[in-house]
């Protein structure tokens, strides 16, 4: 598979944020989010076989624990990504799949928490949400919004009401999109949606969702990559 990099954080977004966490970040993605701050996975990489992406977790995190792949787009290599997560199961990792629900998911182990993302209109890739996606949702997955707007607000409070999302998942988190070129400051002013205006927002709707910071754009530069 192609792979962008392996390190090891500490875990930034979903319910496992501030746990560490092995990274497998591999190459390449379909879509163009205009607030992507991983356009760096686009091209590049390095070839490694399963065995070497799995040598190099194991050396990373050898007591085990959370291992998260994400990308770029992982299911754009889903021959290669669903052996290794199988893989990584039987070795008693906790793993984690962050993709972006416009790529089927049925082939992915049930073990695994899916953290998938549905595209809210102004990342500029509104409608790419693969809707059957929501069938292989379990009450361990999370789905996300990344927000940058009161139009994307208003999108991810309707799409959560209308599939009812909240009873089916363990979370459905809001979170608010980083200015993509943002750096120097670790606080919320590098945010493209104040995280206050959100919060009294999802209060004031009663919103059945969970609001949720990248952790790591808070404790390391945000133009940081690797972290
Ligand atoms: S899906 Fe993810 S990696 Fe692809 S463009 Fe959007 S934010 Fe970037």
Redesign the pocket.
């Known amino acids: 598979m192609q792979v962008t990099e392996i390190y090891k954080s500490l875990q930034g977004e979903s319910t496992y944020a501030g746990v560490p966490c092995v990274f497998v970040r591999l190459t390449g993605?379909?879509?163009?989010?205009s607030?992507?701050?991983?356009?760096y996975?686009?091209q590049g990489g390095r070839k490694m076989s399963t065995r070497e992406v799995y040598d190099e977790v194991s050396r990373l995190s050898p007591n085990r624990g959370l291992v998260e792949i994400t990308?770029?787009?992982p299911m754009l290599q889903e021959r290669e990504v669903v052996p290794l997560m199988q893989r990584l199961l039987d070795d008693e990792y906790k793993v984690l799949l962050e993709t972006?629900g416009?790529r089927p998911l049925e082939s992915v182990p049930e073990q695994v928490v899916k953290i998938v993302?549905v595209?809210c209109p102004d990342?500029g890739?509104g409608g790419t949400f693969l809707l059957e996606n929501l069938k292989t949702l379990t009450a361990h997955d999370e789905i996300k919004f990344?927000l940058s707007s009161r139009t994307d607000y208003d999108f991810a409070r309707e799409f959560t009401e209308r599939h009812r999302l909240a009873e089916g998942v363990n979370a459905v988190l809001f979170s608010p999109a980083f200015r993509k070129e943002a750096t120097g400051a670790r606080d919320s002013s590098q945010c493209l949606l104040d995280p206050q205006e959100l919060a009294e927002w999802m209060l004031a709707d009663n919103v059945p969702a969970r609001l949720g910071l990248q952790l790591h754009k808070f404790i390391w530069d945000p133009a940081v990559k690797g972290v």
């Open positions: 993605c379909n879509l163009r989010c607030w992507c701050d991983s356009e996975t686009f990308g770029g787009e972006s416009e993302d595209k990342s890739e990344v």
